[in-house]
């Protein structure tokens, strides 16, 4: 009898019979996956369906969003909301900061709690930055001038100033060291205002002199007596000469609300080399901005106990605008005028720019002949005003068939070469001066200079002004001829070419006016001979046409 033996599952059949079971057991645990997905998005669609509505509660009900919103403002303008703006802020970043330099003791408030303090405002003009100009042009009495004198010089150098000044519309001071006697009714000058006391300010310059420091605080004290609606501040001294339309013009193109600080270098190189090629020369006139004005204010006088060893006024200030970042602007139409001697080279050469002012006007010869220097200005003021904008503006045309070349300077001169002169060769100055420190080397100017004609026979004739007026809106101008010492030599030397109009004595130039914004694209008038005979020659002057060439191919 065979004893009954259990048997045991071989290798084979456990691993068949797994086989046989295993698709069962995958398609359950698919079966379960799926379910848990199922079970996932409709939690999700729900949480999605609260959040919602919780959102839209907030939306449409005031208080709740209003409360919501300054949280978010106080926690926008927190240091920490700050600090996570930054590009290269990370929560990794904030951990690291935070444990390694936290005070162990002292917590942080929560962001919520963080109250950023009010920003303090900006030392600006408010008047002009925030509100703007308000439309309106600028005129005169939105700039504020402030005049160097001096209490010793000003009995005489005051008839230069009422030669430009219009009491009736400009505001301004004529700032003097001490007080002078007024006289009664003269009520066609600015008023006199005595500066402050300098003698808390160093001055250690062994070859200027304190005035310096007086002068360089003009546009401060200007400032601080707080005149409405100023936009702008001119300084200039009491032998400066201003065009006071063409300042209007130039400073029209800038913004009064920014800091601006505009005037021009000095003719001369030694000056410019001694001082700076980027300062404005406080006698050719510097324009300065309201909001410079008032940043110079905030800390003028703490600036210029920086520089005690400066020589001057301009110095300083420029060094104290430079201080602030602000470059200069320069205008062609501000002259220093650091010359001595005969003018004539600089007045018959304007550069192609709205003429603005001269300086050292007493330093210079009289401009025209036989007359005397405060004469000689009266004239040449009159005819400032008969036309401002085209006040000394060259123009140059040419009679081919007598082989002459016309160099008009409107309102000063008329020359006549006796050759074809083209226009690259007479934009360059003529020297006719000196520098201010008496040297004649051609280096000595930062301006385009040639040599006089050393031949008698090519020298011009001139023709200065005589009188000038205005016939509606046209100008007219009566120029007549002067003496020359060559003349003699011209009819002896020069044969057998007589001297050019030998026997013209007045020449008369008729003038049209140039548009109001000329000076923004400036160019150089065009003219031509409208009637010439033996004894009378008439020129006139104007914008050129459209289409117009050079004066060379339009005169042919």
């Not at 009900?61 to 990370?90: A, C, D, Q, Y």
């Not at 300062?279 to 920086?306: K, V, W």
């Not at 109009?501 to 109001?516: A, D, M, T």
Request: aromatic content about 10%.
């Amino acid at each position: 009898m065979v004893p009954n033996v259990m048997m045991l599952p071989s290798y084979n059949d456990v691993v068949k019979i797994s086989n046989d079971r295993s698709p069962r057991s995958a398609r359950c645990r698919g079966r379960r996956w799926r379910q848990s997905r199922t079970v996932t998005a409709v939690v999700a669609v729900v949480a999605l369906v609260f959040s919602t509505t919780a959102w839209l509660s907030l939306v449409f009900s005031g208080t709740t969003s209003t409360r919501s919103w300054r949280r978010f403002k106080e926690w926008e303008g927190s240091p920490v909301s700050i600090s996570r703006s930054l590009p290269w802020s990370n929560r990794r970043s904030h951990a690291y900061f935070g444990s390694r330099f936290r005070h162990p003791s002292v917590e942080p408030p929560p962001p919520s709690r963080i109250i950023q303090p009010p920003t303090p405002a900006i030392p600006r003009n408010r008047s002009l930055s925030e509100r703007g100009t308000g439309g309106n042009e600028l005129s005169l009495n939105h700039i504020v001038f402030g005049i160097a004198g001096s209490s010793h010089l000003w009995k005489r150098r005051k008839e230069f100033v009422r030669l430009w000044w219009r009491p009736e519309e400009m505001r301004g001071h004529v700032w003097v060291e001490e007080q002078v006697p007024v006289e009664e009714g003269d009520d066609s000058l600015p008023p006199l205002m005595v500066s402050e006391d300098i003698s808390r300010f160093r001055y250690t310059n062994p070859t200027g002199h304190p005035s310096g420091l007086r002068i360089s605080r003009i546009v401060t004290e200007s400032f601080s007596l707080g005149l409405p609606d100023a936009r702008w501040f001119v300084l200039g001294d009491d032998d400066t000469i201003f065009n006071t339309d063409n300042l209007l013009a130039v400073l029209s193109k800038y913004d009064p609300s920014e800091m601006v600080y505009i005037g021009s270098p000095s003719e001369s190189h030694s000056a410019n080399a001694y001082f700076s090629h980027s300062m404005a020369f406080g006698g050719g006139g510097i324009a300065i901005s309201y909001p410079l004005a008032e940043a110079l204010t905030n800390f003028h006088d703490e600036c210029i106990e920086r520089y005690p060893k400066f020589y001057g006024s301009d110095d300083r200030l420029h060094a104290c605008i430079t201080e602030l970042g602000v470059p200069l602007t320069r205008e062609l139409g501000f002259h220093q005028w650091d010359i001595r001697g005969n003018a004539h080279g600089l007045l018959s050469s304007h550069p192609i720019a709205p003429f603005v002012s001269i300086h050292h006007v007493e330093a210079v010869d009289p401009f025209f002949p036989g007359l005397s220097s405060l004469d000689g200005l009266k004239l040449f003021t009159k005819a400032m005003k008969a036309e401002p904008r085209s006040f000394l503006q060259r123009s140059i045309c040419y009679d081919h068939a007598r082989h002459l070349t016309f160099s008009i300077s409107l309102g000063y001169v008329v020359q006549v070469f006796p050759d074809i002169v083209l226009p690259r060769e007479l934009e360059r100055s003529e020297q006719t001066y000196s520098a201010w420190n008496g040297l004649r080397q051609s280096h000595e100017f930062d301006l385009d200079i040639r040599d006089p004609y050393k031949s008698v026979c090519k020298k011009p004739v001139i023709f200065f002004l005589k009188d000038v007026g205005k016939n509606g809106n046209t100008t007219w101008g009566s120029y007549r001829r002067a003496k020359g010492k060559g003349d003699l030599k011209r009819k002896l030397f020069c044969f057998p070419r007589s001297p050019p109009l030998w026997n013209v004595q007045n020449i008369q130039v008729i003038g049209y006016p140039l548009r109001k914004n000329w000076h923004l694209v400036p160019r150089r008038p065009c003219c031509k001979v409208s009637h010439s005979s033996d004894e009378l020659l008439r020129l006139t002057v104007g914008e050129c046409e459209k289409g117009s060439l050079s004066p060379v191919v339009d005169s042919l």
